[in-house]
């Protein structure tokens, strides 16, 4: 494949959206998910609201799938369905901050979402995230399968981010920076990878280091201007002609708003 | 330099020679420029004029031919520790207390790549007027096409006001440089001054970088992944 963006065929699409058995040959081999795999389901495919709920007299009852609703219907219409297997811590930290059960949650409610099992992730970030893996229905708000990709990547960076935190610190430095991204596919030019550190610089004289939230922050943007730019590099030469329209449109959704 | 009617160490506001030092801005009225007509004359005169090439502090402080005294005195104003540079806390400070405008200080660093062209966060006197001056224009763009004063402006004012600028946008980057600046997240499709402030050093910015790079008639440019990248990330990450 070609060197001017990775070693490998970084994925486009989002990772899948549950756990892959090490054998399965898209993992990355030693990246861990922070949890378990789900309890195997044995009704139909569908997993969203309203499943479980004793609609359909079919269904057996599983403890383990429990989305913590005590049953009954909510007169709502279906909303968008989780994607088939779906753990439910996931679907459990949507529901807790989709309080008026739209089926769709804004920045905010991510934020708030994805405290428990990661972290508060700062609002650019959040914005980042909600971007890459926007609901082509509303680009302003998240669904469930955007929402359960999106925690499914964030586990595959923080394993990452993890693996060259070698001390431990909660930080990495440039050369982890480096290895980190390109651990997820990514070859970072020296000349990009410099301008990005520098932004992180506090110019305390100290060695520049990036915390998670940074580190997602920085690696988002990497990978969606990375793969906008290989949408428009059709023939894979490693360059691309752009418009001053197609320029603007590329970048402008990756600024940082106010 | 000898002569110069203030203390020599600092230059602390009272000893400003118009009175109170003239804001970036003030809301609807333009500045009053008065250029240097002969700006070699040596140090003093007798209104204690800030000159070119004076010294204040032991820094020699350059101004470009023509630098308009407002924008002069306005330096001198929010070089608070008096080194000769305004770095970004102090641009930061003052933008809030002359123009009541809160900018992060990812913004300021913005501003400041876009006018330095460089990334080390400092404005000297060198750049310093070219701020002051687009700073004051945009200003009063925003105010001209903000008709009711409610201090905000629609998309198709701010199409306006960026044409007049010189920047054209087409109808998909206006609605997606709306949907970033609108406060309320894109529903109300209006944009508030400090954010307008924002979206012309974006759009200047990314145009600047653009047309640099331009070597075609035909308003293409042929990026590299790694040129691309470069041109970008300052803007993205201030």
């Known amino acids: 494949m070609s060197s001017y963006y990775g070693h490998n065929t970084a994925p486009s699409a989002p990772p899948e959206p549950h756990p892959q058995p090490a054998s399965h040959p898209g993992s990355q081999p030693g990246v861990g998910y922070p949890y378990q795999q789900p309890p195997v389901q044995s009704q139909q495919p569908a997993y969203g609201y309203n499943n479980n709920y004793g609609h359909n007299q079919n269904q057996t ?5 429990s989305i913590g609703f005590g049953g009954g219907q909510y007169g709502y219409p279906p909303a968008p369905s989780f994607p088939p297997g779906t753990h439910p811590e996931v679907i459990r930290s949507f529901q807790m901050v989709d309080l008026d ?3 769709f949650i804004d920045a905010k409610e991510l934020q708030q979402a994805l ?3 990661y972290q508060k992730f700062s609002i650019r970030t959040i914005r980042l995230l909600m971007f890459q893996f926007r609901n082509p229905l509303d680009p302003f708000r998240t669904g469930p399968k955007e929402f359960a990709d999106l925690w499914s990547c964030l586990g595959q960076w923080r394993a990452i981010f993890e693996r060259f935190d070698r001390d431990r ?5 440039a050369a982890e920076l480096r290895d980190a991204l390109y651990s997820l596919g990514y070859a970072v030019p020296p000349s990009v990878l410099q301008l990005l550190i520098s932004k992180y610089d506090d110019q305390s004289g100290r060695r520049v280091e990036l915390s998670f939230d940074s580190f997602v922050e920085c690696g988002m943007i990497v990978k969606g201007l990375t793969e906008k730019f290989k949408e428009k590099d059709t023939r894979y030469t490693g360059s691309a002609t752009l418009s001053y329209e197609t320029f603007m449109t590329m970048v402008i959704p990756f600024l940082a708003a106010e | 330099m000898s002569g110069y009617p203030h203390n020599p160490s600092g230059y602390g506001a009272p000893a400003q020679p118009y009175g109170a030092p003239q804001p970036l801005a003030v809301y609807g009225a333009p500045p009053q420029t008065k250029p240097q007509k002969d700006y070699h004359k040596p140090s ?7 000159q070119r090439d004076e ?3 032991s820094v020699p402080v350059t101004f470009p031919p023509g630098t308009e005294t407002n924008a002069m005195s306005c330096f001198y104003t929010i070089d608070k520790d008096s080194d000769g540079i305004i770095d970004d806390k102090e641009l930061q400070k003052a933008l809030l207390s002359y123009n009541d405008q809160s900018f992060s200080i990812p913004t300021v660093r913005l501003l400041m790549y876009v006018f330095t062209k460089t990334n080390t966060r400092k404005i000297g006197p060198k750049d310093f007027p070219q701020v002051f001056r687009t700073l004051q224009s945009w200003r009063g763009t925003f105010v001209k096409f903000d008709i009711d004063d409610s201090r905000m402006i629609d998309a198709n004012a701010l199409r306006d006001a960026l044409t007049s600028l010189g920047f054209v946008v087409s109808p998909v980057v206006l609605d997606l440089l709306m949907s970033k600046f609108d406060k309320t997240g894109g529903k109300n499709k209006t944009i508030e001054y400090d954010n307008f402030v924002v979206c012309c050093l974006i759009v200047k910015g990314l145009t600047e970088k653009f047309m640099e790079n331009e070597t075609s008639y035909y308003g293409q440019v042929t ?5 691309f990248m470069l041109t970008i990330l300052p803007v993205l990450i201030a």
Do not use: M
Not at chain 1, 169 to 173: A, L, N, R, Y
Not at chain 2, 44 to 50: A, D, F, R, T, V
Not at chain 2, 223 to 227: L, M, N, Q
């Open chain 1, 61 to 65: 009852q599983n403890p383990n799938s």
């Open chain 1, 101 to 103: 059960r739209s089926g």
């Open chain 1, 115 to 117: 405290i428990s099992a």
């Open chain 1, 169 to 173: 610190s909660g930080k990495i430095d």
């Open chain 2, 44 to 50: 003093s005169s007798p209104y204690g004029i800030p």
């Open chain 2, 55 to 57: 010294y204040y502090g």
């Open chain 2, 223 to 227: 990026f590299s992944y790694e040129a």
